[in-house]
């Protein structure tokens, strides 16, 4: 059992052992139960595992924080299947959930959006808000977007214009090689990069173009064979969980000396296989923010995490989406999906790490400050490094908000 579910166990217990008489504010406290759907199993566990530990933790924070609202984290494993993920959600439901958060798998979030929809259209009197920490396909804010729906991490096509603007300043860039994941996600990553590199860096020549099946690929080497052949200098990839720790490593045995632009390089496992590469300040990230940049009230957040969870935060989008979650409960005076939804739209709050946040009403996307990050051996000024490696990510570059905000096509179907 973790530290965290025997802290939320030792709280039921102590609950149990007193009267009415004693407890009678803790009773009146109204408990809201969220539905974690994430892989817990097969190659995707460890990245769906880190997720639930950052909204474990943030229930506990929450907890601590303010006595409207109990908030209790139940958790599905979804194998990354759409199928699957739409039988946890029936089950978290069912469970009294009225919250339910997925993140890893746009395909899976596709399913989840439109069961969401569907559910709250028959079962009025129990409505459910979702909150997506990391499905990143574009439609889902756009012809997919769903009212009850809202998004924490910037969409693909927002974190593709922050990296290839930062790319587009790098001339030592010529030869650009795209390895994705075979499915929604992974499609938009190398058909926006080809888009945005044709219009900000025309010089760039796409020497390769590749799609892998999710998360079944257990040898990256003939891959690599392929980029090392093309005389690529960059590789661009959206991969994930293994696919990207695989590749990473399959690259740094081969020798590969190509510079990685990547979403997702600081998920779990990943520092540690960079880091075995040798390959120092080669490999990149865009993300809403690492834990060396945060000012000294986000390093003490890092610090504590750090020490309950046992691993870093590599989801600081959990800790917008708990905090405006709360902030439009306590808004609406109720956990109830129909008064939650009318705040949550209307979310302004500053993000973990950056200057501004908001939710747009538009299409339920939350906009923050962006960031790219290169790892490396740490240096005088940085706190934290990751997995032990002795090495941190660095900034070195940043899109403010107002710079992240790429127009809509979401015509939002609102409840009458």
């Not at 097969?42 to 769906?48: E, I, K, L, N």
């Not at 070195?396 to 127009?407: A, M, Q, Y």
Request: glycine share 8%; hydrophobic share 40%; aromatic share 8%.
């Amino acid at each position: 059992m973790t530290p965290i579910r025997q802290a939320l166990r030792g709280a039921v217990v102590v609950l149990s052992l007193c009267g009415p008489s004693l407890c009678g504010a803790a009773l009146a406290q109204e408990t809201v139960k969220i539905a974690f759907i994430d892989p817990l199993s097969g190659g995707g566990a460890p990245t769906g595992e880190a997720g639930l530990r950052h909204f474990q933790y943030m229930a506990e924070v929450l907890n601590a924080r303010q006595k409207q609202f109990r908030f209790e984290v139940l958790a599905y494993d979804n194998k990354v299947n759409p199928q699957e993920t739409l039988i946890a959600a029936q089950k978290g439901i069912d469970a009294g959930a009225r919250v339910v958060v997925q993140g890893n798998g746009s395909s899976a979030a596709a399913a989840l959006t439109d069961f969401v929809a569907k559910h709250n259209e028959r079962n009025p009197n129990r409505q459910v808000v979702y909150i997506n920490y990391s499905a990143v396909d574009p439609s889902l804010t756009n012809e997919k977007c769903n009212y009850w729906h809202f998004r924490f991490d910037a969409n693909s096509d927002i974190k593709m214009e922050a990296l290839t603007n930062f790319m587009k300043t790098r001339p030592e860039i010529k030869k650009v090689y795209l390895i994705n994941q075979d499915y929604s996600f992974g499609q938009s990553v190398r058909s926006q990069a080809r888009a945005m590199l044709k219009a900000k860096r025309p010089d760039i020549e796409i020497v390769g173009d590749e799609v892998t099946p999710l998360q079944k690929v257990n040898d990256f080497a003939p891959y690599v064979a392929k980029i090392r052949a093309s005389g690529a200098d960059s590789v661009i990839t959206g991969n994930w969980a293994q696919d990207i720790n695989l590749l990473l490593k399959a690259a740094a045995e081969a020798g590969l000396q190509a510079g990685f632009y990547t979403y997702y390089a600081g998920g779990t496992g990943g520092p540690t296989v960079v880091r075995q590469t040798g390959l120092a300040h080669r490999v990149f990230e865009v993300s809403q923010g690492a834990a060396n940049e945060g000012d000294a009230a986000a390093q003490d957040f890092e610090a504590a995490f750090r020490a309950r969870t046992g691993i870093g935060s590599t989801y600081p989008r959990a800790f917008n989406a708990m905090n405006a979650l709360l902030t439009a409960m306590q808004e609406a005076g109720s956990s109830e999906a129909r008064k939650v939804a009318p705040k949550l739209e209307q979310a302004r709050l500053k993000p973990h790490i950056g200057s501004e946040g908001y939710v747009r009403p538009d299409d339920h996307q939350y906009f923050q400050t962006m960031f790219v990050h290169s790892f490396g051996p740490m240096e005088p000024g940085m706190r934290f490094d990751e997995e032990g490696t002795g090495w941190g990510w660095k900034m070195i570059g940043r899109v403010e908000t107002k710079d992240t905000v790429l127009p809509t096509t979401c015509r939002m179907d609102r409840p009458s």
